[in-house]
């Protein structure tokens, strides 16, 4: 009984589960083929076709993997067919993806078409959908010709349901619900605004596609009919149909499944249901239901709409007096009813609207009208089922766990909790924490998180940005406009999920909030009564907060999430109640935290990848007692984790620096060999210098060099300057907001007080070299040789293998070095290559600007000069460059091109040479040389000291957002001019941290 009166008696609403037909062959799931027609039209064009086809696709892709053969349509004033039986489902999406809009529209041609395939194939069970505008050249046609289609299907025993979704803003709703009663059961019509809710609309439509198979009608005595609504539900099909208790007397039950029909008596047993949900569902539910079944013929609509009047008054008084009781549910029951009252009123008022414009002069628009709301009513019905298929029923369940907070309730000790002293209180409700469990709440920590654009469930790929002091008891979070949803999920929240979209700050939303935006929360352990109803909630919300969606949660979410929420706590606040609640997570999920833990062990001895090390290092402070090699694991995943943090820069000298290898002094013995056998090029330059006529061709003569060998078995004295820089300001990046402030907080959680890198053990000048040589390597060297291999395996904490790496690493650089300085030289094989490799090796500028002398830009030799400037341990590379770049030198013209008569070189070339040879200028000496480039390296050098400065024209994957904010509008010409380059380099002009330490001293 649903207490909706009329003249006709009260109505009830009949339940059953509908019978299987016992005779004769029966039409299964696997029997159904999928029809879809897409419009591809001239008013189609655009943004329409491009969101039909990917409807069309979608639904394909998901029919795909359950086996269901796919029919298309693509229509204009023509059609073409395309089946997944005859070409397969991918040459099919293939297909559709090339689709173009143009041509008039004709639904007729491939309404025609369609009956010659259901006779082609004996098709018995069809899903059929249209996605269109509407807009239709036989429009007229169309709709007289529906009622000859039904027709059509009743005699070739073909069940249909057809369904649409309109497109466009100028769509045909009349005549595209319409065609949604072309079958044997009236289907659904939706309209995709541009750039809508496209997977909403699919999902809808899909939840349907296997309910066609089946259908029944409840035959009363006197011959009426009545539509029965059919949902799976746990392998079983369930009926429901809204009767009259006047007609109960003698009814029979009609199923149809394909060619079968079979009629079953009904026996009809009363119930009065006590929950509030079924009734609300039921009640909705029988408004859209009278409602559209009254709309089924144009000529009597209007008349049965008037006779519905009492009883569409007395419904709507039957849904206010829910809505009331709703008020006292717990909240996520209130939430997931309040679409039900939105939705039916919003039925009820089209309905009075329609009433009070038409009278019983209803128009096919306001047939449209109404079936439209209607049919939103029916989908949010079967939403729940759909979520429950997918999530299962204890996933479901584990969500609305009402039923279990109430048997907390009542084994809870009420008067031991109130007596308990309690100062955690809700920031919004005010209630302390043990007032709030008596109402079977619990608080909770409100955080703010920054989701991946894929919402996949991954808890590594959510971060957590900022952490709140106050608290906030779950009820309050989500009835407050805190609360966030996606789309067309079962319980909406006051704002909808946009990714990107940065949510407001959270004390615009409620007074006595943060500045900050809230955007999740997690339950906290505040007693152990409190977390009897807090940890109910744990599930859910680890859902919410990583995937928007309270039915989200997998189990690596429980293992890793909260110990994210923990170290984003230990830098801000709260971190003693996160320490609490992580204890009581580990206790109950004690075996999967220490399987983690022995997982991250395994690949840290590996050598391979840790998706997060300091969750590792929280995780051990709980399960380190379980693990006797915790200290040096600890140690070594503070290794790793500096080494994935900290950017070194890619200069190929960083390795020289690091080793505090002096190198000018190994390759001053091979330079001098070089001087001893060549000709100067300082007296050509003098003469010109001092107008002398020298008419002397120069000829750099092959140079032979003879590379001692070098090896170094002392001890470390002293660590470079470089070294001690990076050593020395390692505990910067320790603190606040700094790169290993994670790590470093976590550490200290262990007990461990990272405040140098001695603390850790590193004491020996070895041993600190050979922690920033591994992690220099490590991370820039791609190559796999001797070098590498022997860097990677050092162990920095153990000194006696670091001293024999640092001796091994020094002799190896050296005469890599030497090596590397002779074969540049021998790679010079032309007397053009020879000059330029004397002018790069020279230590006389005279003999330097000797050796360009008389040589023009354009000339095939010139590219050797500009690209020997790229070889490191270059003496003089500053006033060298500047010799081409300015094409003088002391005054005295050296390129002999007039225009320009110089050297300019492209962005890519100066970063290189710049990045290469930082240290050996200042940026005022850049600027000199580089006379072209003053703003570049005003602007590299400000980003160095930590400024921000925007990109002219940034790429579109910019890792910084506020380079695209900061160019919102264009840049005027000049600067345009100024900088065409500067978007060549963005990804070559970064530095290293340590080479901003040194611009900083």
């Given at each position: 009984k ?32 999928a ?37 298309v ?16 489902y ?11 809009g143009g ?12 009956e ?6 004996k ?17 007229d ?16 025993n073909?069940?249909?349901v ?29 309209y ?17 596609a ?7 009608r ?8 009545y ?39 009904v ?13 609300v ?16 013929s ?17 419904s709507?008084r ?9 008020q006292?549910l ?41 079936n ?23 996933a ?11 048997q ?28 709030a ?13 920054l989701r ?8 590594y790929?959510?971060k ?14 989500f009835?407050?406009?805190?609360f966030?949803?996606?789309a067309?999920t079962?319980m ?6 946009k ?16 500045e ?23 599930k859910?919300?680890?859902?919410y907060?990583?995937d ?50 022995k ?17 590792v ?5 709980f ?13 070594h ?9 900290f ?34 090029c ?19 003569a ?6 001692p ?9 002293s ?6 820089q990076?050593?020395?300001d390692?505990n ?24 140098s ?23 820039q060297?791609?190559?796999q ?10 162990d920095?904490?153990?000194?006696e293998?670091?001293l ?15 090596k590397?300085?002779k074969s ?28 360009v002398?008389g040589?023009g ?8 000069f ?15 460059v ?19 008569g110089?050297?300019v ?22 600027q ?8 570049y ?9 930590g400024?921000f ?8 994957n ?9 160019r ?21 002009e ?8 040194n611009?900083?001293?």
């Amino acid at each position: 009984k649903i207490a909706c009166k009329s003249d006709s008696g009260e109505h009830m609403a009949i339940r059953f589960e509908v019978p299987e037909i016992t005779s004769g062959q029966e039409s299964t799931e696997s029997d159904l083929h999928a029809i879809f027609a897409v419009d591809k039209s001239g008013s189609m064009s655009g943004r329409p076709i491009k969101d039909a086809s990917a409807s069309a696709i979608s639904l394909t892709n998901k029919l795909r993997k359950v086996d269901v053969p796919v029919t298309v349509y693509c229509f204009n004033q023509n059609f073409k067919r395309y089946s997944s039986e005859e070409l397969g489902y991918d040459e099919l999406v293939h297909n559709l993806e090339d689709l173009k809009g143009g041509g008039g529209t004709n639904f007729s041609h491939t309404f025609k078409d369609y009956e010659k395939l259901i006779q082609e194939k004996k098709l018995k069970n069809i899903f059929f959908v249209w996605l269109s505008d509407g807009q239709d050249g036989s429009r007229d046609w169309m709709m007289n010709q529906i009622e000859t289609h039904k027709q059509f299907l009743e005699a070739n025993n073909v069940t249909v349901v057809t369904h649409c979704i309109g497109f466009s803003e100028s769509h045909d709703a009349e005549l595209l619900t319409k065609l949604t009663t072309c079958g044997t059961s009236t289907g659904t019509f939706q309209y995709v605004e541009a750039g809508g809710r496209i997977p909403v609309a699919v999902n809808n439509v899909y939840a349907l596609a296997f309910q066609s198979s089946l259908w029944a009608r409840l035959v009363t005595e006197s011959s009426a009919s009545y539509r029965v609504q059919i949902e799976r539900e746990n392998s079983q099909n369930l009926g429901l149909v809204f009767i009259s208790e006047n007609e109960l007397e003698d009814c029979k039950v009609e199923v149809h499944n394909g060619e079968l029909v079979q009629e079953f008596p009904v026996e009809l047993v009363r119930v009065e249901s006590k929950d509030i949900k079924e009734l609300v569902k039921l009640v909705s539910g029988f408004v859209a239901f009278v409602i559209s079944q009254s709309l089924e013929s144009l000529d009597t609509a209007g008349a049965k709409l008037t006779e519905l009047k009492d009883l569409i008054e007395e419904s709507q008084r039957r849904i206010g007096e829910l809505e009331t009781r709703a008020q006292n549910l717990r909240v996520y029951k209130k939430i997931s009813l309040e679409p039900f009252f939105r939705l039916a009123n919003e039925v009820i008022q089209t309905y009075y609207e329609v009433l009070q414009s038409s009278g019983e002069g209803i128009s096919t628009v306001d047939i449209a009208t109404l079936n439209g709301v209607c049919n939103k009513l029916t989908l949010r019905k079967s939403l729940e089922s759909k979520v429950i298929k997918e999530v299962g029923t204890e996933a479901f369940q584990s969500v609305f766990c009402e039923d279990q907070i109430d048997q907390v309730l009542e084994n809870l000790d009420k008067e031991a909790v109130l007596q308990t002293e309690a100062t955690e209180k809700c920031a919004i409700s005010g209630k302390l924490w043990k007032e709030a469990l008596l109402d079977g709440d619990c608080l909770c920590l409100p955080f703010y998180v920054l989701r991946p654009q894929n919402l996949v469930g991954d808890p590594y790929k959510v971060k957590v940005e900022t952490v709140t002091s106050e608290l906030v008891s779950h009820d309050s979070f989500f009835s407050s406009g805190l609360f966030e949803s996606k789309a067309g999920t079962l319980m909406p929240g006051k704002r909808t999920y946009k990714h990107g979209e940065e949510p407001p700050k959270a004390s615009s939303v409620v007074q006595g909030l943060p500045e900050t935006p809230i955007n999740a929360v997690l339950p906290l352990y505040l007693s152990p009564q409190h977390w009897e109803v807090a940890s109910l909630r744990v599930k859910p919300l680890l859902g919410y907060d990583i995937d928007v969606d309270l039915f989200g949660f997998n189990e690596t979410q429980l293992v890793v999430f909260p110990f994210k929420v923990l170290v984003t706590a230990l830098k801000s606040c709260n971190a003693n109640l996160m320490k609490d609640t992580c204890q009581a997570i580990y206790n109950e999920n004690k075996d999967k935290v220490l399987e983690s833990i022995k997982q991250s062990i395994q690949k840290l001895h590996e050598n391979s990848e840790i998706e997060d090390i300091p969750l590792v290092v929280a995780h051990l402070y709980f399960a380190g007692s379980e693990f006797p090699e915790t200290q040096s694991v600890l140690k070594h995943l503070f290794e790793k984790e500096f080494t994935k943090k900290f950017k070194f820069s890619q200069n190929r000298q960083k390795l020289v620096e690091l080793l505090g290898i002096n190198i000018d002094e190994h390759l001053k013995v091979l330079r001098d060999q070089v001087a001893s056998q060549r000709v100067s090029c300082s007296e050509k330059f003098r003469n010109l210098a001092q107008n002398i006529q020298n008419n002397q061709e120069i000829k750099p003569a092959l140079i032979e060099i003879e590379i001692p060998e070098y090896s170094f078995e002392g001890r470390v004295e002293s660590v470079s300057d470089s070294v001690l820089q990076i050593l020395s300001d390692i505990n910067t990046y320790m603190q606040n907001s700094g790169k290993l402030e994670d790590i470093a907080n976590t550490l200290r959680l262990n007990g461990i007080e990272p405040k140098s890198l001695q603390e850790l053990g590193l004491v020996s000048n070895e041993q600190k070299i050979a922690f920033l040589v591994k992690a220099y390597v490590t991370q820039q060297f791609k190559v796999q040789d001797e070098f590498t291999e022997k860097a990677k395996r050092v162990d920095p904490f153990d000194e006696e293998s670091s001293l024999e790496f640092v001796r091994y690493a020094i002799t190896h650089t050296v005469n890599s070095e030497m090596k590397a300085f002779k074969s540049n030289l021998l790679k010079a094989t032309t007397e053009a290559e020879r000059l330029a490799q004397q002018f790069a090796v020279t230590e006389d500028l005279e003999d330097a600007a000797g050796c360009v002398l008389g040589i023009g830009v354009g000339d095939p030799g010139f590219p050797y000069f500009k690209n020997t400037l790229l070889q490191p341990n270059i003496p003089h590379i500053v006033q060298k460059v500047q010799m081409l770049t300015s094409g003088k030198f002391q005054g005295v013209s050296l390129i002999k091109d007039k225009n320009p008569g110089h050297w300019v070189p492209g962005a890519k070339i100066v970063s290189k040479i710049w990045q290469i040879h930082l240290q050996k200028g200042t940026k005022e000496e850049w600027q000199a040389a580089f006379p072209h480039k003053q703003q570049y390296f005003e602007h590299q050098y400000a980003r160095m000291n930590g400024e921000f400065v925007p990109y002219t024209k940034p790429k579109k994957n910019v890792k910084d957002p506020r380079h695209i904010e900061s160019r919102s509008q264009e840049p005027s010409k000049e600067e345009s001019e100024e900088l065409e380059d500067e978007e060549e380099v963005q990804e070559e002009e970064e530095v290293g941290e340590e080479d901003v330490l040194n611009l900083k001293r």
